[in-house]
């Protein structure tokens, strides 16, 4: 069950590379930081993904990323999603991210959606799974 949204971050892509796949559908890497805040502290991000086009056309991705909070502390995530790549050059994805050492999420599990614009700006939404 969709719970109450704990927060919100806004970025940019820094970095893509093309990632060999043989034989397979185009991978990239991609890594990005953002600032925003999560359960209602600002925090700062710095994340890396793949994302592999699978023959349908859908995207499918992985990441893992370190959280800044601001008083210091760190927390990182892991996550994996799926998502589409719009004719603007945009793409959207929507999955599950684990984050680890933030008490209160140690035993939940987090839903995003992650949008990125054709200048490379990122947005991403985070909600507790019940």
Do not use: C
């Not at 971050?9 to 893509?16: A, E, F, V």
């Not at 890594?31 to 700062?44: E, P, V």
């Amino acid at each position: 069950m969709l719970g109450e949204k704990i927060g919100e971050l806004s970025g940019k892509i820094n970095s893509q590379r093309v990632l060999a796949n043989p034989g397979g559908s185009p991978k990239m890497e991609t890594s990005f930081q953002a600032n925003g805040s999560l359960l209602g502290t600002d925090i700062k991000e710095t994340g890396t993904y793949w994302t592999v086009v699978r023959p349908d056309g859908t995207l499918y991705g992985e990441g893992q990323g370190v959280m800044m909070l601001k008083e210091g502390k760190m927390a990182t995530w892991t996550g994996h999603g799926v998502g589409s790549m719009k004719k603007d050059g945009t793409a959207s994805y929507r999955g599950q991210t684990t984050p680890t050492r933030l008490s209160r999420l140690n035993k939940v599990a987090l839903l995003f959606e992650y949008e990125v614009d054709a200048d490379g700006n990122t947005r991403s939404e985070y909600w507790e799974w019940k």
